[in-house]
C-alpha cells in the first residue's frame, strides 16, 4: 500500500502562488508515474500534471506557464508550484501516484485550493 497525504492548499486572490506537497509513504518502491490533478464542483476530475520518475513532465494546456510541477525522490515528496492563479483554478487537488508493472493507483484525500478576490 502506498499513503499519499497533500498540503499546502489555502485561500489565495487571483495573481497569487501556492505550493503543494504530497508525502508519499509505505510500500513506495516502484512508484513511477506521480501527478496532480483537480475537481471543481460539478465537473470531472482533471489532469493538472505528472511527472515520471525520470523527470518528464506535461501539464494540461489551460495550467502551462503559470504551474510547475517537480519530485524529490529522496524525501518521497510531490510538488506543485502554482502561480498566477486564476479563479477557474479553485478546485480540490489530489496527488496520485502510479506503482508496480500494472501501475496501480493511489489517490490522497486531496486539498482545497480557493482562488478568489
Known amino acids: 500500500q502506498v499513503q499519499l497525504v497533500e498540503s499546502g492548499g489555502g485561500l489565495v486572490q487571483p495573481g497569487g502562488s501556492l505550493r503543494l506537497s504530497c508525502a508519499a509513504s509505505g510500500i513506495i518502491l516502484s512508484i513511477s508515474t506521480m501527478g496532480w490533478y483537480r475537481q471543481a464542483p460539478g465537473k470531472q476530475r482533471e489532469l493538472v500534471a505528472r511527472?515520471?520518475?525520470?523527470?518528464?513532465?506535461n501539464y494540461a494546456d489551460s495550467v502551462k506557464g503559470r504551474f510547475t510541477i517537480s519530485r524529490d525522490n529522496a524525501k518521497s515528496t510531490l510538488y506543485l508550484q502554482m502561480n498566477s492563479l486564476k479563479p477557474e483554478d479553485t478546485a480540490v487537488y489530489y496527488c496520485?501516484?502510479?506503482?508496480?508493472?500494472?501501475?496501480?493507483?493511489?489517490w490522497g484525500q486531496g486539498t482545497q485550493v480557493t482562488v478568489s478576490s
Open positions: 511527472i515520471t520518475s525520470g523527470g518528464f513532465t
Open positions: 496520485n501516484a502510479k506503482r508496480g508493472i500494472y501501475e496501480i493507483d493511489y
